[in-house]
């Protein structure tokens, strides 16, 4: 049996145990700094697997040891946003949640591959990267699939077309800058562009909905107003850990720390990677329009302000 940790056993993480056991991927840890909350859950979690006749250990605590030598560790630690506020503002204090999950890490599981859910999420990937120091290959932030989800529920409703003849791609950082792909966006294999030329689709519209996509969380957290969205993180991070689990070697938007790829050295940010059982794989190098370039140019420079607020915070 594999072993999968969950730091953080708030509204993520408890979506991710769920679906995990469900799917029975591994036997599960759950951690959470609340005495007493992953336990609980993982009791309750353990006697619904009895109704579904499924054999996994699931076990919680307050004590982050317990994650030694994982085969793969997803973090959701740290506060979500209230309404009015950006990714941003969570900075200082979810860098410091992730110095002392990363110390952890570094400890008892420095071998794991690392999924980080917890925002301003290309900022806490770096930092991690950066305290842990785990191999670039072996950690990444969940950011591009959930984007992309968001991006093509919009256009199934306004295209009336199914959602699973949508193909789509949003890169750069995960905040109001990402940058969705419409050159590369097909509606089963159909060019969006050309695809809205031949149904007269008013390409107005096309442009609400990347609005929308880049504003997506916030519409969930106004709505919710004491907590952020949670199933569609949930099952976007699964997707990467079981394209790890499985050597599915998926092509996904993910947040990677780049080495040169895309001339940016030293930055982690929303680009297309395979993930296979080493890890990242490899990078996918896309040829942007010059328009979708300098926006991924733009979304990248967000990006670096973020990072160089948690250099500082790292001395
Ligand atoms: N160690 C362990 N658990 C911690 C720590 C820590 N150092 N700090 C906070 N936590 C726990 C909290 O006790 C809480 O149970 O993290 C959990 C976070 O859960 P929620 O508040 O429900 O947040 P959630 O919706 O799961 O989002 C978590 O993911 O998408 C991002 O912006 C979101 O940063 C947020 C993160």
Known sequence: MKKISLIGAGNIGTILAYDISRKNLGDIVLIDKVDGLAEGKCLDLSQSLAVDEIDLSIKGSTDISNIKDSDAII?????????????????????????????????YSPKSFVICVTNPLDAMVWSLKKITGLKKNMILGMAGILDSARFKFFLSKLLNISISNIDTMVLG?????????????????IPLNEYIKSNNINEK????????????????????KNSSAFFSPAVSAIEMLESFLKNQRKILPCSAYLDGEYNIKGLCVGVPVCIGSNGIENIIELNLTKNEESQFKKSVLAVDELIKKCKKLLV
């Not at 990402?178 to 050159?183: A, E, N, Q, R, W």
Request: hydrophobic share 35%; no cysteine; net charge positive.
């Open 173 to 189: 950082g995960h905040g109001d800058t990402m940058v969705p792909l419409l050159d590369y966006t097909t509606i089963s294999g």
């Open 205 to 224: 519209e096309i442009k609400k909905i990347v609005e929308r996509t880049r504003k997506g969380g916030g519409e969930i957290v106004s709505l919710m």
């Open 75 to 107: 973090i959701t630690a740290g506060i979500p946003r209230k309404p009015g506020m950006s990714r941003d503002d969570l900075i200082e204090t979810n860098f410091k949640v992730m110095e002392s999950i990363g110390e952890a890490i570094k400890k």
